[in-house]
C-alpha cells in the first residue's frame, strides 16, 4: 500500500475542515434565519389576536391556524443547537424536531386548503365545508354516548348537510372518498400537496419528510441502528443533517406566514418578513 505524502495528508485535512465549516455555517444562517421570522411573526400574531379581541377580524380558522404555526415555530427554534460559546455542545432531539417540522408542513398544508385567499371563492367555500363536515364528525364521535346523545344526534344533521354540500362542490368520486371517513381534511394526495407546493422539488422534500416520519416512531429505526453518540450527538455530522431540514422548514414557514399575511390583509409588513419570504420563495436555487 502507498502512504500518501505529507502534503497530500495536509491537502485532505484542510478539505475536510473547510467542509465542517461550510456544513456549521450553512446551519447557522438556516438556524438564524429561522429565528428572525419566529420573532417578527409573533408580533404579527399579537396584533392578529388584538384585532380578534377588538372584533376587527373575526376569522376563526386563520386566528387558530396562525397561532399553532408560531407557538409550533417557537418550539422548534428552542429545541436547535444554538451557536458554540467555548462550552461544550449538548445532545440534539432529533425525534422531536423531526415531529415538530412534520407539524409546520402540515399546518402549512392546512392554511392553503381553509385560507388562501388566492384561491376561487367556490373552491374557498368548498374547503369551508371540509372544514364543517370533519369537524362535526369528529364531534359526533366524541359525544355519541349517554345524555349527550342529542347533542350528537344534531351534529350528524349538521354533518349529512355539510356532505351534501361537499358532493355538488366537488364531483371527482375518489376525491370524496379521501373524505368521506372523516379521518382527514385533505381530498388531495401528499403526493400532489407537495407538487403544488415544492415544484420539482417535491420528491425530494417528500423524502427527506419521510424520513422525519421514521424518526417520530416510538422505536425510531433511524436512531435505534446508531451509537448513542450518533443517535443523540450534536456533532457536524447531525448538524448537516438538521441544516437541510431545516432549508424545508423556513421554505414552508415562510409560504405559511405568506398565506398569513395575505388573509389578515396585513399593511404594515416587516422588512425582515418581507427578505424572508422572498429568500424562501423556492425549497433549493438550481
Known amino acids: 500500500m502507498k502512504w500518501p505524502s505529507i502534503n497530500q495528508s495536509k491537502s485532505r485535512y484542510r ?28 408580533r404579527v400574531i399579537q396584533n392578529i389576536h388584538n384585532a380578534f379581541k377588538a372584533e376587527t377580524f373575526l376569522d376563526w380558522p386563520t386566528v387558530l391556524l396562525s397561532t399553532l404555526l408560531e407557538t409550533t415555530a417557537m418550539s422548534l427554534y428552542r ?12 445532545i440534539v432531539d432529533r ?15 392546512t392554511l392553503d386548503l381553509l385560507c388562501d385567499l388566492h384561491q376561487s371563492e367556490e373552491k374557498f367555500n368548498l374547503h369551508r365545508d371540509i372544514i364543517g363536515f370533519y369537524l362535526s364528525g369528529k364531534l359526533h364521535e366524541t359525544y355519541n354516548k349517554g345524555d349527550v346523545s342529542n347533542f350528537s344526534n344534531r351534529m350528524t344533521k349538521i354533518r349529512d348537510w355539510y356532505w351534501k354540500r361537499i358532493c355538488e362542490g366537488l364531483p371527482d368520486e375518489a376525491e370524496r372518498k379521501r373524505l368521506k371517513s372523516g379521518r382527514s381534511l385533505f381530498y ?11 415544484g420539482e422539488d417535491a420528491s425530494f422534500v417528500g423524502e427527506v419528510l419521510s424520513d422525519l416520519s421514521s424518526y417520530i416512531h416510538s422505536v425510531p429505526p433511524s436512531l435505534w441502528m446508531k451509537t448513542l453518540e450518533e443517535a443523540f450527538a450534536d456533532d457536524t455530522q447531525t448538524r448537516g443533517m438538521l ?23 396585513y399593511k404594515n409588513i416587516e422588512g425582515v418578513l418581507k427578505r424572508y419570504i422572498e429568500r424562501n420563495r423556492v425549497v433549493f436555487e438550481h
Open 95 to 109: 425525534r422531536s424536531i423531526a415531529s415538530l417540522i412534520r407539524n409546520l408542513v402540515d399546518t402549512h398544508d
Open 188 to 198: 388531495t394526495t401528499r403526493k400532489e400537496r407537495l407538487k403544488k407546493s415544492c
Open 243 to 265: 441544516s437541510v431540514w431545516l432549508r424545508i422548514a423556513n421554505f414552508y414557514f415562510a409560504k405559511s406566514i405568506d398565506i398569513v399575511l395575505t388573509s389578515v390583509d
Open 15 to 42: 478539505r475536510v475542515i473547510m467542509d465542517n465549516q461550510i456544513i456549521e455555517r450553512s446551519f447557522m444562517s438556516e438556524a438564524y434565519s429561522f429565528q428572525e421570522a419566529v420573532d417578527a411573526f409573533g
Open 79 to 90: 429545541l436547535l443547537p444554538k451557536e458554540d460559546s467555548g462550552k461544550s455542545r449538548g
